[in-house]
């Protein structure tokens, strides 16, 4: 069996040090490591529509933006087929007939969608294409063979809800498609990065986030304004770091060459936050070594962005040849789902 990986970001906005963290960075690694057959990274605009219907600009746009944060990141055309999701006919199709295979009730006990439902108040207005998502996100991953997601922990229930619709297709028509695996961030704190303001996820429409193409001076001031421990009001009082995104952040971003470059007196981040934890320690000092990390991780993202930025029309070009080389092993498959399925009529 060949190994395959699908993955994708809807384009309702710049990505931002969440997607990094939590899927990008890992996407760049297994592209490099040598182990993988193909990868296909969907920019996905249909799903994005699903609740920006009255926005299309709005998807329109992000799809260059999405792009080049992904090529800034390291995602090279060369090596990974990055497509997008309307383009591909062949995976509206295959939603259709999945729809059969889950039931509503199913759809609405999907955690990710639960949260998402309330965090957007469709709570009264749902609409049936936002609920029915994760039957659309089971066909992009089978339309291309994929065995392997890269994911952020929010996404584990539609992988989950994806193998469902799998095992019970190939239970109704023979073994056709191909049961995929999420794979997380190694990190345990890079599984979901909270917001600069404290909240539990960070979310483009909460305006938490630090983004990929972020400038420098908007970086120092985002991370110069995090929310940290509330109750460490005085230097001298003992401190949080488990709860505190400036240390979940260093969890995520910093390694000891950091320490010795902006704050040597310390040799690594355990050292830093035994301190906090005992008192004596002042937010601002953790947020300027933060802000040094954040600065060395992201000028070079910044930097190759705005190169890439300078020929748009090659970034279009690319998405577009991407997406017809998708499209071509997307109908492959949709052959073979509507073969197992005896709806192939005509090529008896």
Request: net charge neutral.
């Amino acid at each position: 069996m060949k190994n395959i990986i699908l993955t994708g970001d809807r384009p309702s906005g710049k990505l931002h040090i969440g997607h990094y963290v939590g899927s990008l960075k890992r996407r760049v690694e297994l592209q490099n490591s040598g182990k993988f057959d193909k990868i296909y990274i969907m920019i996905a605009d249909a799903q994005a529509l699903t609740d920006n219907f009255n926005n299309p600009e709005k998807v329109r746009a992000n799809i260059t933006e999405v792009a080049l944060d992904y090529m800034a990141c390291g995602i090279d055309p060369a090596k990974s087929t990055i497509f997008v999701q309307s383009h591909i006919a062949e995976l509206t199709e295959l939603t259709f007939y999945y729809m059969n295979l889950v039931t509503l009730s199913r759809l609405q006990r999907n955690p990710t969608v639960k949260a998402e439902i309330k965090q957007k108040n469709f709570e009264m207005s749902l609409p049936m294409g936002f609920l029915t998502y994760p039957v659309s996100q089971a066909a992009d991953i089978t339309a291309f063979g994929a065995n392997t997601v890269p994911v952020g922990e929010d996404q584990l229930p539609m992988i989950e809800q994806a193998r469902e619709i799998v095992r019970s297709f190939n239970g109704l028509y023979g073994e056709t498609l191909i049961e995929p695996k999420a794979v997380l961030p190694e990190s345990k704190s890079c599984l979901r990065l909270p917001g600069t303001d404290g909240m539990a996820k960070m979310s483009k429409s909460l305006g938490n986030c630090i983004y990929l193409s972020d400038s420098a001076d908007e970086i120092k001031r985002k991370v110069m304004g995090m929310y940290t421990d509330p109750n460490h009001i005085k230097v001298t009082d003992p401190g949080d770091t488990e709860h505190n995104p400036t240390f979940i952040y260093l969890d995520a971003f910093s390694t000891d060459e950091h320490f010795k470059k902006y704050l040597p007196e310390y040799a690594n981040l355990a050292e830093l936050k035994a301190h906090y934890e005992r008192g004596g320690l002042g937010d601002m000092k953790v947020k300027r070594l933060l802000n040094e990390v954040m600065q060395e991780t992201l000028a070079p993202i910044r930097a190759r962005r705005e190169e890439l930025a300078k020929d748009i029309p090659a970034v279009w070009e690319m998405l577009k040849k991407g997406s017809f080389e998708a499209r071509e092993v997307a109908a492959e498959m949709l052959s073979k789902v509507k073969k197992a399925m005896k709806i192939d009529y005509f090529n008896e």
